[in-house]
């Protein structure tokens, strides 16, 4: 227990202090828990074979978040997505283990052996790439969905990939470890601890049997047993019982996919996408999250303690130039399958570099055939080797991705302006969510408007529906003159681009002075750009729609709907002012929270608008008396 103890201690102090420095300097958590685990295992030596039962916890952390994952999939979005998931997802898998097992075999490997690797190393990390998307703000992007595709597509295949390689074996199983294990040596942090007790010795079409009745298993007990289960729970009235039976979920299901030789995570995943129609869907997250990413961390950091320093020093060379062949494999095999399904520019680079390491799914793989006898020991440990150097190398990329992501526009496809042969009262600058609901407004009452846009899917969009919208880049000063700028009496400016807006505001302010400007603020620091540049009205996102909220919040804590739209109005009244006058402190560039005659002049309007709803509230009292 004190071995436990300090090993627990030496883990979490390394997490603690390399991950902030790490994420101060731009390096994201990965790299932070990586870097940790390194320090604390080849370089300074504080752990060893004594971690083992760290380990064991860390790679819940990858279990867990394939649960989690699998819960945000309902089959009808899997089934949405099919196209990616085997166009994309499945070329890419199809094309990497192709490359990479023919690259073995002319190492002069068995075609056996040789397909073993190439499945093995042609699935990425997702537990590195989806974190460090996460933490980027890259998910949403079509980079980001690009890749999120593949790295479900490559879960999935772990399925009938272990349900494959017992056919590859030549040889009877190998004996095992007294605690079932496969050992790595020199302390690597193993990410496939399987117990094949109910296998072993069991010929290959048995196992493939053994592994599809342990599938089935996990989808009916998912459709038939939890909501009862989660029933009677719930008439316990005890909190910590869920999180009990969410632990229970995922532990259960893991132990059973190792009984029979199959992957804890993709048993996990698979769980978690059965009960994503689940009622208790919500309750299951909340409850697993906390532990997800305190043990996800764990697992980076044992990735970077298990690296293999002995090897590594005894064949640098050979280790490092098949990490950075598997890398440029696999990254010249996603660049054409990207620009084959339409990616460009940054989001091609994101999807390229993103994904061109070998994952966690390598481990299993490999601990899997080793225990097959598909692969040999020697070489089972130098490609996890190979595997983890790859791991630590795709931080790296995506800094690469960044600084190309940098140095270039966004590419796009350029189309030809249209003929502008309409001119309005109105003209909308920008049709998205905002522009639509003000041209729909403005029409319906009988006004004439005139769309523009230099989106092709946003104008599509609109002529899908019967509305007439052209295409072109409203900042253009000729196309704005088509439209009929000199004659209309007001422009909409809805463009998601904030310097395109401010500066299509101020031109349009110099050379047409008498129209009357309507511009959309991304926030503060923008109304005061376009206020600048001489917008007549401005109207900041989410604030309209937040004012109205706070009304609602204020009828149902006492307030009439009377009284409460009052406060609405005298809220609004007051921004409005303080808009104003912090106007004629803002210092363009210069943060609000830098400019101490902003924040003085701020905190004087605070009080203000205070003491103002608190005079309405003192006047609601009376006169309810």
């Known amino acids: 227990m004190d071995s436990f103890l300090s090993q627990a201690s030496i883990?979490?102090?390394?997490?603690?202090?390399?991950?902030?420095?790490?994420?101060?300097?731009?390096?994201?958590?990965?790299?932070?828990?990586?870097?940790?685990?390194?320090?604390?295992?080849?370089?300074?030596?504080?752990?060893?074979?004594?971690?083992?039962?760290?380990?064991?916890?860390?790679?819940?952390?990858?279990?867990?978040?394939?649960f989690l994952i699998g819960l945000e999939l309902e089959p009808r979005a899997l089934w949405a997505m099919r196209h990616h998931l085997i166009g994309l997802g499945g070329l890419q898998i199809f094309a990497s283990t192709g490359l990479l097992a023919g690259a073995a075999i002319a190492f002069g490997h068995t075609w056996q052996v040789g397909l073993a690797v190439g499945l093995a190393l042609s699935l990425s990390s997702t537990a590195i790439v989806l974190q460090t998307l996460s933490e980027k703000g890259l998910t949403r992007t079509g980079g980001g969905r690009a890749t999120f595709s593949v790295l479900l597509t490559q879960d999935i295949a772990v399925i009938p990939?272990?349900?494959?390689?017992?056919?590859?074996?030549?040889?009877p199983l190998t004996s095992l470890s007294h605690d079932g294990s496969i050992q790595r040596g020199d302390g690597a942090a193993d990410a496939a601890h399987h117990s094949l007790s109910l296998v072993e010795g069991m010929p290959g079409w048995a196992v493939t049997l053994m592994t599809i009745g342990a599938v089935a298993f996990v989808i009916l007990a998912g459709v038939y047993l939890t909501r009862p289960v989660f029933r009677f729970i719930h008439a316990s009235n005890l909190r910590e019982m869920y999180t009990a039976l969410a632990l229970l979920i995922v532990v259960g299901i893991s132990f059973l996919m190792t009984l029979v030789g199959l992957s804890p995570a993709l048993g996990a995943f698979l769980a978690g996408v059965v009960l994503a129609n689940s009622e208790f869907?919500?309750?299951?997250?909340?409850?697993?999250?906390?532990?997800?990413?305190?043990l996800l961390g764990l697992f980076f950091i044992t990735v970077g303690a298990g690296?293999?320093?002995?090897?590594?020093?005894?064949?640098?060379?050979?280790?490092?130039?098949?990490?950075?062949?598997?890398?440029?494999?696999?990254?010249?095999?996603?660049?054409?399958?990207?620009?084959?399904?339409?990616?460009?520019?940054?989001?091609?680079?994101?999807?390229?570099?993103g994904l061109a390491q070998a994952g966690e799914f390598g481990f299993v793989l490999l601990a899997f055939s080793l225990q097959l006898n598909v692969v040999t020991p020697d070489l089972s440990e130098k490609l996890l080797l190979v595997i983890a150097l790859s791991m630590l190398i795709t931080p790296l990329l995506f800094i690469l991705y960044e600084i190309l992501s940098n140095r270039m526009k966004e590419a796009h496809v350029e189309h030809t302006p249209d003929e502008i042969d309409e001119e309005g009262t109105v003209i909308i600058a920008g049709i998205g969510r905002f522009g639509q609901i003000v041209h729909r407004l403005v029409n319906a009452s009988g006004f004439k408007t005139v769309l523009l846009d230099s989106d092709m899917q946003a104008v599509q969009l609109m002529r899908r529906f019967g509305v007439k919208s052209f295409l072109g880049d409203p900042t253009r000063p000729e196309l704005l003159k088509a439209a009929g700028i000199a004659k209309a009496k007001v422009l909409v400016v809805a463009l998601d681009d904030q310097d395109n807006a401010t500066k299509l505001v101020a031109d349009t302010r110099r050379n047409y002075p008498h129209i009357h400007i309507v511009a959309r603020a991304y926030d503060r620091n923008h109304v005061f750009e376009l206020y600048k540049a001489g917008a007549n009205d401005i109207v900041r996102e989410m604030f309209d729609s937040s004012l109205r909220a706070g009304r609602y919040v204020l009828e149902n804590i006492g307030l009439s709907e009377y009284e409460a739209a009052q406060a609405e109005q005298t809220f609004y009244a007051h921004d409005r002012h303080t808009v104003r006058e912090?106007?004629?402190?803002?210092?363009?560039?210069?943060?609000?929270?830098?400019?101490?005659?902003?924040?003085?002049?701020?905190?004087?309007?605070?009080?203000?608008?205070?003491?103002?709803?608190?005079?309405?509230?003192?006047?609601?009292?009376?006169?309810?008396?």
Do not use: C
């Open 582 to 625: 912090l106007a004629g402190h803002w210092i363009p560039g210069t943060p609000a929270s830098e400019n101490p005659a902003y924040i003085k002049r701020a905190k004087e309007l605070e009080k203000d608008l205070e003491t103002a709803l608190l005079s309405l509230a003192e006047e609601h009292v009376e006169r309810s008396r």
């Open 307 to 353: 690296i293999n320093y002995r090897l590594f020093l005894a064949e640098p060379g050979d280790v490092i130039g098949l990490a950075l062949l598997v890398i440029l494999t696999k990254g010249t095999v996603l660049y054409f399958v990207g620009k084959a399904f339409g990616l460009k520019g940054r989001n091609h680079w994101l999807f390229t570099l």
């Open 11 to 66: 883990y979490l102090a390394a997490a603690v202090i390399a991950v902030p420095i790490a994420a101060r300097l731009g390096l994201g958590s990965v790299l932070g828990y990586l870097a940790a685990g390194i320090i604390i295992g080849p370089i300074l030596g504080l752990v060893g074979s004594e971690a083992e039962d760290l380990q064991h916890f860390a790679e819940f952390g990858v279990v867990m978040m394939l």
């Open 281 to 294: 869907r919500h309750e299951l997250e909340s409850d697993l999250e906390p532990f997800k990413g305190l």
């Open 161 to 171: 990939i272990l349900a494959l390689l017992p056919l590859l074996a030549t040889a």
